[in-house]
């Protein structure tokens, strides 16, 4: 077992190369062991230079409505108004500190989301 950094792409296809052979690896094995210190590093490699940016608030309220079965009025119960809802869903409102604290609450979407400019 040679674990070392991932600093370059070259390194980054190695680690990933050799995480493909070992993926079955038992825990408790040099293997397994292996396998959780280059899943480690390969998700911090990718972390820091494939980041994945924050979903916009419109698209993540809808998405998360879909996922939850919720419609146009489930969503007016947790903003105010049928209309308000239609206007934030259609851009035309941006959401206050209240509606974004509702809609974490209900939907559970993180306010780091919520509270983006769109």
Same mark, same amino acid.
């Given at each position: 077992?040679?674990?070392?950094?991932?600093?370059?792409?070259?390194?980054?296809?190695?680690?990933?190369?050799? *995480?493909?052979? #070992?993926?079955?690896? %038992?825990?408790?094995? +040099? &293997?397994?062991?292996?396998?959780?210190?280059?899943?480690? $590093?390969?998700?911090?490699?990718?972390?820091?230079?494939?980041?994945?940016?924050?979903?916009?608030?419109?698209?993540?309220?809808?998405?998360?409505?879909?996922?939850?079965?919720?419609?146009?009025?489930? *969503?007016?119960? #947790?903003?105010?108004? %049928?209309?308000?809802? +239609? &206007?934030?869903?259609?851009?035309?409102?941006?959401?206050? $500190?209240?509606?974004?604290?509702?809609?974490?609450?209900?939907?559970?979407?993180?306010?780091?989301?919520?509270?983006?400019?769109?």
């Amino acid at each position: 077992m040679e674990i070392k950094p991932i600093k370059t792409v070259k390194d980054y296809n190695q680690a990933l190369e050799r *995480l493909e052979m #070992i993926f079955d690896a %038992k825990n408790g094995t +040099s &293997e397994g062991d292996e396998l959780e210190v280059l899943g480690i $590093l390969i998700d911090q490699y990718e972390n820091e230079h494939f980041p994945i940016g924050l979903p916009d608030p419109i698209e993540a309220i809808k998405f998360r409505m879909e996922q939850m079965g919720y419609n146009q009025n489930d *969503l007016a119960n #947790i903003v105010g108004l %049928k209309s308000r809802a +239609s &206007e934030i869903l259609n851009r035309k409102r941006k959401l206050s $500190l209240e509606m974004i604290r509702k809609l974490h609450k209900v939907l559970h979407i993180p306010t780091d989301v919520l509270i983006q400019t769109y």
